[in-house]
C-alpha cells in the first residue's frame, strides 16, 4: 500500500513583487506535503520550468532534471522538494520533484528520503478548497487519504 499524504497548495501572495533590486518571488504556488506514516512534512514551491531548472546547484539536482518529463508544458509548475523539521525549523534537499499540471489537476510527487524510508512516487488529483476568509487556508488539495482521520 501507499503512503497516506496530504499536499495543500496555497497561492503565494508574493508571486511577482521584489525582494531585492531585480530580484523577484517567481513561486506560483507554496506548499506542504504531509506524509502520514512515516511521518513527515516537505516543503514546495512550485516555479515555471525555466525559472525551477535555473536554481539546480548540485549533481543530485541535476540528474533529477533529466527525469522531468513534462517540462516543455506551459501549464506545468515544478517544485523541487525540502524535508522540513518542525521542532528546529531546519529544511533539508531530498531527492525528488514534484509536478503541478494546471491544465489536467493532476500532481505528480517522487520522493527519495533515506533518512525517512520514504521512496515513494504519488499521482494525486487536485481539487479546489472550500473559501474561508481570515484563515491560511490551502487553495488547493491533493491527497489520498481521508483527513478526518489525522
Known sequence: MQNEIAVRLYENNKYGTTYGKGVYHHAVFNATADVKNPKA????DFYSYAHWEAQAKT???MEVIELVTDKDNKDTLISWVLRYDPA????????GFCTLNLAT?????????DAMNIQTAWNLP???CKLVRDKNAPQLLATNAELCEW
Not at 512534512?41 to 514546495?44: E, Q, V
Request: charged share 25%; aromatic share 8%.
Open 105 to 113: 489537476n493532476k500532481l505528480q510527487l517522487v520522493i527519495a528520503d
Open 126 to 128: 487536485v481539487k479546489p
Open 59 to 61: 549533481d543530485a539536482q
Open 88 to 95: 528546529t525549523k531546519h529544511k533539508s534537499f531530498v531527492l
Open 41 to 44: 512534512k516537505y516543503l514546495l
